[in-house]
């Protein structure tokens, strides 16, 4: 069957671009005095592509990145064009791969439409699904839905997979409604009746839009279709209850998993529970089921210890995070670069800044590399002690490593100079993240906000919620049925 074009379900792609402020937005007042220009600008880190700390940046990672950024963009700057219908096969499948991995839905979805105009392309139900889950996690059902559509003008009949993947992408969006007339239309195909994951799903979309009260329902709809509930679907149940707090219908659902005699706790049911209290600052229970778990059988694992630092830490018990630390040496367990993050963070938190840097140097003696992670604890604890100087130290280390920052690690070195009022520093890193190509988020535009104002710079505020809304409508551009 000769493929469709994508036109014919109203489908068009076509990419957002945020275009850079104005230099001449950010403007403030200062008292009486002439309104004072601010200018975003780059200042000695201001992260230039060929410093020493990009140079320095992991060779094989950064190919690696490069290397499929121009893959993809290679294949999408064919996708408008009529006269690439014989393209390599290899090229095309392998840039649809690389997008879909990298949640680069825009790109997947122009190259998934070149992909179609190949002679030798032939419709696969395997391809839907892993784009349906794609755009699930991307939060983007409508174009889910137009690409069920496509599917089924490429005469493929939907299989469970697919239509499980569809429901997936609405409910992780919110549309529960639809998710479940999704499986509903399901239990009336004898071919594609829902299985136990297709239940898993759903509750884990349940879960997270914590909408609780639906999930008995749903495991009496399983077991009315005599749909066994997996270690999965239990341990999914367990996690959800425990983050939400809800302790007394986790511990049931842990009596129901072990009374099924189909599934049995394992690892990750040992960590949810004991993570569970743990974050609540409920010790004693943690403890307990620590040593329940124990006596089923279970033996505990790095993440296991993490959790135990991270609940003593933040309990103040720092005692009994060394006899952690100590456990773990005498069972030959090396702390990970987690381990040593947690150990900062809680250090950094309590304001011990001494114990904090102790922690930070052994981590580097011993040869473990640091992350964005581990220099947002120490930028942040600095920051509240009010230590602006050190910041800038870390900045330093930061730009002769190879670490890869993010927009957290941007969030709070922003955060910190602008806590601190130095609002052209902050200006530069606003500046530095483009540079990096970090996306600025609410937070980062908040944190600006807020600095600002409390410089009286109204004009600069306002400059910045400008670009904010701005930003908003451009990454909320409807991509597909334009």
């Known amino acids: 069957m000769k493929p469709q074009p994508l036109s014919s379900t109203s489908m068009s792609w076509s990419l957002s671009i945020s275009t850079p402020p104005p230099k001449n937005l950010l403007t403030g007042s200062n008292g009486n005095q002439e309104p004072q220009f601010l200018t975003i600008r780059s200042s000695k880190w201001s992260i230039d592509p060929t410093s020493t700390g990009?140079?320095?940046?992991?060779?094989k990672e950064l190919s690696r990145i490069l290397i499929t950024e121009a893959a993809i963009k290679a294949i999408e700057q064919k996708a408008n064009s009529k006269k690439y219908n014989n393209l390599w096969p290899k090229a095309v499948l392998e840039a649809l791969d690389d997008a879909m991995k990298e949640n680069q839905w825009e790109s997947a979805l122009k190259i998934f439409e070149l992909l179609r105009k190949q002679h030798w392309y032939e419709p696969r139900t395997k391809t839907y699904t892993k784009l349906l889950m794609m755009l699930g996690k991307c939060r983007q059902p409508e174009e889910g839905s137009l690409l069920f559509e496509v599917l089924l003008s490429d005469g493929l009949k939907p299989t469970v997979d697919v239509y499980t993947a569809l429901a997936g992408a609405y409910g992780k969006s919110g549309q529960l409604d639809k998710a479940f007339s999704v499986v509903d239309e399901m239990k009336a195909i004898s071919e594609c009746k829902p299985d136990v994951y297709t239940y898993s799903v759903l509750i884990s979309c349940c879960i997270k839009l914590h909408r609780f009260e639906l999930i008995r329902g749903v495991l009496a709809e399983m077991s009315y279709l005599g749909i066994e509930c997996s270690a999965v679907t239990y341990?999914?149940?367990?996690?959800?209850?425990g983050k939400a707090k809800m302790f007394e219908e986790m511990e049931n659902t842990l009596t129901d998993m072990i009374e099924s005699g189909s599934s049995v706790p394992d690892l990750f049911t040992f960590n949810s529970i004991i993570g569970a209290y743990g974050r609540s600052g409920l010790i004693d229970k943690m403890e307990k089921w620590y040593t329940e778990f124990q006596l089923m059988g279970l033996r505990q694992d790095i993440k296991t210890f993490n959790i135990l630092i991270k609940s003593y830490g933040k309990a103040g018990m720092y005692g009994k995070m060394r006899s952690v630390l100590e456990f773990m040496e005498k069972r030959f367990f090396a702390p990970s670069i987690v381990t040593h993050n947690i150990i900062i963070e809680t250090f950094g938190k309590a304001g011990d800044i001494k114990t904090m840097e102790e922690y930070f140097s052994k981590l580097k003696h011993l040869g473990i590399k640091p992350t964005t992670v581990t220099y947002c604890s120490l930028v942040s604890a600095y920051s509240k002690a009010g230590h602006i100087k050190k910041v800038g130290s870390i900045l330093r280390q930061v730009e002769n490593s190879d670490v890869i920052l993010d927009t957290p690690f941007f969030n709070c070195v922003i955060c910190a100079y602008g806590r601190a009022g130095d609002v052209e520093k902050m200006s530069n890193l606003f500046l530095g993240m483009e540079e990096r190509k970090c996306k600025p988020d609410s937070i980062?535009?908040?944190?600006?906000?807020?600095?600002?104002?409390a410089q009286g710079m109204i004009e600069a505020a306002q400059g910045m919620e400008n670009m904010m809304i701005a930003t908003r409508k451009n990454s909320g551009t409807r991509l597909i049925g334009a």
């Open 54 to 59: 990009l140079q320095r940046q992991s060779k």
């Open 235 to 241: 341990n999914t149940i367990i996690d959800g209850y």
């Open 444 to 453: 980062t535009f908040a944190t600006m906000i807020q600095a600002y104002n």
